[in-house]
């Protein structure tokens, strides 16, 4: 299978991981819409949100409460947005979870470096 998340999740692609178990892992979006925008994502392949189980899908929203404490903490956002998407709305068809602050003023988006230093501190 040609998954660029499951080759994310394996480190044959590098990310910057925010956080990782057997499960899951955590890493900033290289294409961010946001600063401190991150995905979770299962290790084991699932399509989409349909086919989760219910302990990975237990598992991966304990997971989002924690990091989203995580960036309230270290990036004071003014409120995040928790957004999956399905079908023609998927880009990668891996399933994912995006976890975007919000910011009231203009977000120039951040240095995903710094960003991810702020974080892992």
């Not at 956080?19 to 979006?29: Q, R, S």
């Not at 409460?65 to 023609?88: A, E, F, H």
Request: overall charge neutral.
């Amino acid at each position: 299978m040609d998954c660029i998340f499951c080759k994310i999740s394996k480190n044959e692609i590098p990310s910057k991981t925010i956080y990782e178990d057997d499960l899951v892992k955590v890493f900033l979006d290289i294409n961010p819409i946001s600063s401190g925008h991150m995905l979770i994502i299962p290790k084991k392949h699932y399509s989409d949100f349909l086919e989760l189980d219910e302990k990975i899908n237990n598992h991966i929203h304990k997971i989002s409460k924690d990091i989203s404490n995580l960036i309230i903490k270290k990036l004071n956002p003014d409120g995040l947005r928790l957004v999956t998407n399905y079908g023609i709305n998927q880009d990668v068809k891996h399933y994912h979870l995006h976890i975007i602050p919000s910011y009231k003023a203009k977000d120039n988006i951040s240095n995903v470096d710094d960003i991810f230093n702020k974080l892992i501190k």
